[in-house]
């Protein structure tokens, strides 16, 4: 594994405040004009979309929006409305409108009282705005027992704010003993190369970090890296500082086919988005992102504010990059599944590992 040094430049992070938004979508209405026709969705790339759902969710408010998604066949972004008044805001500024009936407060809460009564090892939640509901879903090991209790919690939030799914899989952290790194006997992937205080660093799971605290880049070879700070349940991030410091270090991500992808940003995506992941058992494999702020409840404890898609991903996995063209997006936490059958993986949001590290991508 190569490292080269990481440039200075700021991440670049996807948003916009709502004035701006709200400014352009007042227009003063002309005496005896006729009325003017209503704008047409626009086409938008993904990064686009992200911009746009982003400055419309500050402008709605969350009692006036339920979430947003990217549609990739028609390239439009749907936000989901609860009145004629914020459709008319979101039709104006190029996007979708889609009437729905649970708002996006409503939805957390659902998500809030299912942490208080159903965080059972083995299940997942998430919001999903394609449906306007909260997606719960039981693993394997779930028991008949634990699956009439999780029954009962959904069936107490009201009908039609959640539904339950099941998975033949079991939810795990992807550890196994982007590029592989290893560390008593285990085996995790970089995330993302970082810059912190003018020095490098490199992002991975936090589950890769709490236990093991020297990490190198060959199997029993010299330490590359030592972990600085690592959080694991609760959020799943670690911060190592590189200890080989004559070594470069480029804001780059393995693309395991002889080339790397630039990573010049850092965002939140959007669902629907299609997204990549890299990492050092199964390489390089494409998804869409499925819901945001999910939580899965381990064996080994609940993590939360999660990114769901279903990209595969195996155990040697972990702590790999979630990306889209050049923007960071996530580091692999766990999931279920593998890449011959499928199955689903979730993603610390790096934008958060960024903010409370104080650290950039280069």
Not at 252 to 268: M, R, W
Not at 307 to 332: H, K, M, N, R, W
Request: with cysteine; aromatic share 6%.
């Amino acid at each position: 594994m190569k490292h080269r040094r990481i440039s200075g430049r700021r991440a670049v992070l996807a948003g916009g405040g709502a004035t701006a938004v709200l400014a352009a979508l007042i227009v003063l209405p002309h005496a005896n004009a006729a009325p003017s026709p209503a704008a047409a969705p626009k086409t938008l790339t993904p990064a686009a979309a992200v911009t746009l759902a982003s400055r419309l969710s500050s402008a709605l408010g969350a009692e006036d929006t339920a979430g947003s998604y990217y549609d990739t066949k028609t390239g439009r972004l749907v936000v989901n409305v609860l009145d004629t008044t914020a459709a008319e805001t979101v039709r104006a500024a190029g996007a979708v409108p889609k009437t729905v009936g649970n708002t996006l407060a409503a939805l957390r809460s659902a998500t809030d009282t299912l942490g208080r009564q159903a965080r059972i090892p083995g299940t997942s939640w998430s919001v999903d705005p394609r449906t306007n509901q909260v997606v719960v879903t039981a693993d394997r090991t779930v028991s008949a027992a634990e699956m009439n209790r999780l029954d009962k919690a959904v069936e107490g939030l009201g009908n039609g704010t959640a539904r339950i799914q099941r998975s033949k899989g079991e939810f795990r952290p992807f550890i196994a003993g982007g590029d592989a790194i290893f560390g008593s006997g285990a085996r995790c992937s970089l995330g993302f190369n970082v810059v912190k205080d003018g020095q490098p660093y490199f992002l991975t799971a936090g589950h890769c970090g709490v236990d093991i605290k020297s990490w190198s880049d060959t199997s029993g070879g010299r330490e590359i890296g030592s972990v600085e700070a690592a959080t694991f349940p609760g959020r799943d991030y670690a911060l190592v500082k590189y200890t080989d410091t004559g070594g470069d270090h480029p804001s780059a991500v393995d693309l395991y086919n002889g080339s790397t992808q630039e990573i010049t940003s850092a965002a939140t995506p959007t669902v629907g988005q299609a997204v990549r992941r890299s990492g050092s058992t199964t390489q390089v494999h494409d998804g869409t992102v499925t819901g945001l702020d999910a939580t899965v409840n381990y064996q080994e404890g609940s993590v939360s504010g999660l990114i769901q898609t279903d990209v595969c991903a195996e155990p040697g996995d972990s702590g790999g990059a979630l990306f889209s063209g050049g923007t960071a997006l996530g580091l692999t936490s766990g999931g279920s599944g593998d890449c011959d059958s499928g199955g689903e993986t979730f993603f610390q949001p790096v934008t958060e590992a960024l903010q409370v590290y104080g650290a950039e991508i280069g």
